[in-house]
């Protein structure tokens, strides 16, 4: 796995592209799609490699009690300060582990709800992953998987870069590479990782797309303005689980419930 240095190291970069409208974007759909299969009672939630805590805090906010581990102490102490700076720093607890010794902090399933987003991609075995998540979470639990769609890797080159060659590799094609965090990246089409979830004893609720459309939007400077900006969080609201626009979408998110 992809060492917590590098992390540290760039988290000033990754910080400043958080409030860029597609990252919004993400972050919303994600919370919309999630909320759809949560009870309306608080819950013992944990955001496994949570990074610098977009995901948790809302959640916190909500008035859930979030664990969120991550590998990177920088990202950690940035999630510490924006929960202080937030209020809600007494709902939420704090470990430094690298996902996959996840099982070994946590020995009873003691979580109602499990997400793992965008960290599946950087490791070279995504069922070791998925049962390193999966083992804390009780039974019944909700888990949330978010990743790169591979399907948009194609739809890129082709429509924004005008890269038709490139376009054609990526068909095939299941890695790319992060400059920011330095490091190779494995992408997988929902369909290829559902077997993974099931095969770590979860059954799927929900497939959906993020960000069906946005990405294919050339012009950012029209996301930066507010009524197109929320036109297009509805649009996106409404295609993430519509057949076949999810297919399309840079990222997918799965929802499943442990057996």
Not at 8 to 33: E, G, H, I, K, T
Not at 46 to 55: C, E
Not at 135 to 151: A, E, H, M, Q, T
Not at 207 to 229: M, Q
Request: hydrophobic letters at 40%.
């Amino acid at each position: 796995m992809t060492s917590a240095d590098k992390f540290d190291a760039n988290m000033a970069q990754w910080l400043s592209s958080l409030d860029q409208p597609w990252n919004r974007l993400r972050y919303s759909v994600f919370q919309a799609n999630l909320k759809r299969h949560l009870p309306g009672h608080a819950l013992r939630v944990l955001d496994a490699g949570g990074g610098s805590g977009s995901d948790a805090i809302p959640l916190a906010q909500q008035g859930h009690h979030v664990t969120l581990a991550d590998f990177s102490g920088a990202m950690l102490d940035e999630a510490r300060s924006q929960a202080k700076a937030l209020d809600v720093a007494e709902r939420m607890q704090f470990v430094q582990a690298d996902l996959l010794e996840l099982p070994a902090h946590f020995l009873e399933p003691v979580f109602d709800v499990v997400l793992c987003h965008n960290v599946l991609q950087y490791l070279d075995d995504a069922q070791a992953g998925m049962h390193a998540i999966c083992g804390p979470l009780k039974p019944d639990g909700i888990v949330s998987v978010i990743n790169i769609n591979r399907y948009s890797d194609l739809l890129q080159a082709a429509l924004l870069r005008h890269d038709l060659s490139e376009a054609l590799a990526n068909l095939d094609t299941h890695e790319s590479f992060t400059p920011l965090f330095d490091t190779p990246l494995r992408h997988y089409a929902g369909e290829e990782l559902i077997p993974v979830l099931e095969a770590a004893g979860c059954t799927l609720l929900g497939h959906y797309g993020v960000r069906c459309i946005n990405d294919y939007i050339t012009d950012n400077a029209l996301k930066t303005d507010p009524t197109f900006y929320a036109r297009l969080e509805a649009l996106e609201m409404t295609l993430s689980d519509r057949y076949p626009y999810y297919l399309m979408a840079r990222f997918f998110q799965l929802i499943g419930r442990k057996n």
